[in-house]
Structure formats: structure tokens, C-alpha cells
């Protein structure tokens, strides 16, 4: 099956406040956090289900090097982010 990815509002938010952050830090650093992130959609788009699925029907796949988690769905043929996590934000606040 050849799958597809579709980033939520919210998420897409997530990922460009992130990218914002990362390239305020450091020039280019927000290169090397989209680079990591399209890394992930690659394998994903191979390997949709390599992830366990949460009780709430959704996945985590980790982005090691920025310590973020991309929380996903997957419906028939397509993968839905719905949110950009970083690990370091407190467990409670991450999207169910």
C-alpha cells in the first residue's frame, strides 16, 4: 500500500514554532530539525506501523537528535500528524 502524510493544523503550528525556535538559536539548526523530521516521514511512509498504538488509537515516533516525538494516526491509506512533541514538556500536556 502506498500511504500519504497529512499534518493537522495544530501540528503544523507545532512543527513551525519549533523550527522558529531552533533558528533563532543557531543558524541553520532549523535546516537540520526539518532535515530529522522528513527523515521520519520517510520511514514512516515505509513503515507506518512500526510504532505500537497507544490505547487512544496513536502512535509516537521518536526524532532522537531534537528529543520530539511525532504523535500519529493512521486511517486506511494515510498518516495523519497530529501533533510535534518534545519530550522534555510534561507528560500531561501531550495530546491523548
Request: glycine residues 4%; positive net charge.
Amino acid at each position: 500500500m502506498i500511504y500519504k502524510i497529512v499534518v493537522l493544523n495544530i501540528a503544523e503550528k507545532q512543527l513551525d514554532e519549533a523550527l522558529g525556535f531552533y533558528e533563532s538559536r543557531k543558524k541553520g539548526l532549523g535546516n537540520s530539525f526539518l532535515y530529522e523530521i522528513n527523515s521520519v516521514y520517510n520511514h514512516l511512509l515505509k513503515t507506518p506501523f512500526i510504532y505500537r498504538e497507544n490505547d487512544h488509537g496513536y502512535r509516537e515516533a521518536v526524532v532522537k537528535k531534537f528529543l520530539f516525538l511525532i504523535i500519529y494516526e493512521i486511517k486506511e491509506d494515510t498518516i495523519y500528524i497530529s501533533s510535534f512533541f518534545h519530550t522534555s514538556r510534561n507528560p500531561s500536556q501531550k495530546p491523548k
